[in-house]
C-alpha cells in the first residue's frame, strides 16, 4: 500500500477557500497513492478558536464537495482531515445555534463519503475546543483493499483505551490527523510509536505546518509499523510524506508475537 501524508502548513492571512483549493491541488498530485492523508481542521487551524464558529459548515458543506471530488480525479482512498462541523439544531438542519463537532470525513476513489468521524477527546482544559466543541461518542473504522483503518484525531492519539476500542473492531492501520504544537513534539512521536508497539498495528499520524493562531506547529508527520520502527518522518515544514507499507505484516507480527491474546483488563466485566 502506498500512503501520502499532505504535510499542508495553515498560516494566517490565506484564505480558506483559498486552502481548500490549494489542498485539493495537492490530493490529485498522489494519483499514484492508494491512501492519501490531510491533517485536522486544515481549513482554519486548529488553534483558531474564534474561526470555529464562523467558518463552520455542515457535513456536506463546502469542504465535502472539493474533496469528494479530489479524491474521485486522483481515484484515490481520501482521508480529508477534519473541519468544524456545524451539525444539525433541534429543528432538524444545520444552524447557527447547531452543535459544532471537529469532524474527519474519509472518501473512497469514486469520491463517496464512507465515513465521518468526530472526535471524542476534546483538548483544552476547560477552554478552546474543550468547551467550543462538542464531544462525538463513537468509534470509527474503514474497511479498505488490504485493511481496516482505525480513525482518530490528534488529542485522540493521548488516550490508548480508543485505540484499543479501534483494533477490537478490527483496526490494522490507525491513521491520526492532527495539529500538534511545535512545544510538545517529543510527545507525537512518542505517542504515535506507543500506539502503534501496544496494538500492533500501522500508525500513519499526518499534523500541520506553519503556525496556528501564533502557535507554532510540530510538523513532523510520521508512519510507524507494528514494531515500532519509524517507516517515515517529515521536516518541519510543508511536504508531503509518501510511503509504502505492507498492511500483511499486522497480522504477520501479531502471530509472531501474540500479546493482544494476553490481554486480562477491559475485555469483560470484573469478577465480584
Not at 33 to 46: C, I, M, R
Not at 47 to 62: C, D, M, N, V
Not at 73 to 81: I, Q, S
Not at 227 to 252: R, S, Y
Amino acid at each position: 500500500m502506498r500512503a501520502s501524508l499532505i504535510q499542508i502548513a495553515v498560516d494566517e492571512g490565506e484564505s480558506v477557500a483559498s486552502r481548500r483549493r490549494r489542498a485539493a491541488a495537492l490530493v490529485r498530485e498522489q494519483a499514484g497513492s492508494d491512501l492519501v492523508v490531510l491533517p485536522e481542521l486544515w481549513t482554519t487551524g486548529a488553534f483558531a478558536y474564534e474561526e470555529f464558529g464562523t467558518e463552520a459548515e455542515p457535513l456536506e458543506g463546502p469542504t465535502f464537495e472539493v474533496m469528494a471530488k479530489a479524491a474521485s480525479d486522483a481515484g484515490v482512498w481520501l482521508h480529508a482531515g477534519s473541519i468544524p462541523e456545524r451539525a444539525a439544531s433541534g429543528g432538524g438542519s444545520a444552524a447557527a445555534d447547531g452543535p459544532l463537532y471537529n469532524t474527519s470525513l474519509v472518501f473512497s476513489p469514486s469520491g463517496d463519503l464512507v465515513a465521518a468521524y468526530r472526535k471524542i477527546h476534546r483538548f483544552g482544559f476547560d477552554k478552546g475546543e474543550a468547551v467550543l466543541m462538542s464531544a462525538g461518542q463513537d468509534a470509527v473504522t474503514v474497511p479498505l483493499p488490504g485493511t481496516t483503518l482505525g480513525v482518530a484525531t490528534c488529542y485522540d492519539l493521548r488516550f490508548p483505551e480508543l485505540f484499543r476500542t479501534l483494533v477490537d473492531a478490527g483496526a490494522e492501520t490507525l491513521v491520526i490527523p492532527a495539529g500538534w504544537p511545535e512545544r510538545r513534539r517529543a510527545h507525537w512521536t512518542l505517542l504515535a510509536r506507543a500506539r502503534a508497539v501496544e496494538n500492533q498495528a500501522f500508525v500513519l499520524a499526518c499534523g500541520t505546518a506553519g503556525t496556528h493562531a501564533g502557535v507554532p506547529q510540530a510538523g513532523h508527520s510520521i508512519v510507524v509499523d507494528p514494531w515500532g520502527e519509524v517507516l517515515a518522518e517529515a521536516g518541519a515544514g510543508e511536504e508531503v510524506l509518501t510511503v509504502e507499507f505492507d498492511p500483511a505484516k499486522v497480522a504477520v507480527t501479531r502471530e509472531q508475537f501474540p500479546a493482544l491474546k494476553d490481554r486480562v483488563l477491559g475485555l469483560e466485566p470484573p469478577r465480584r
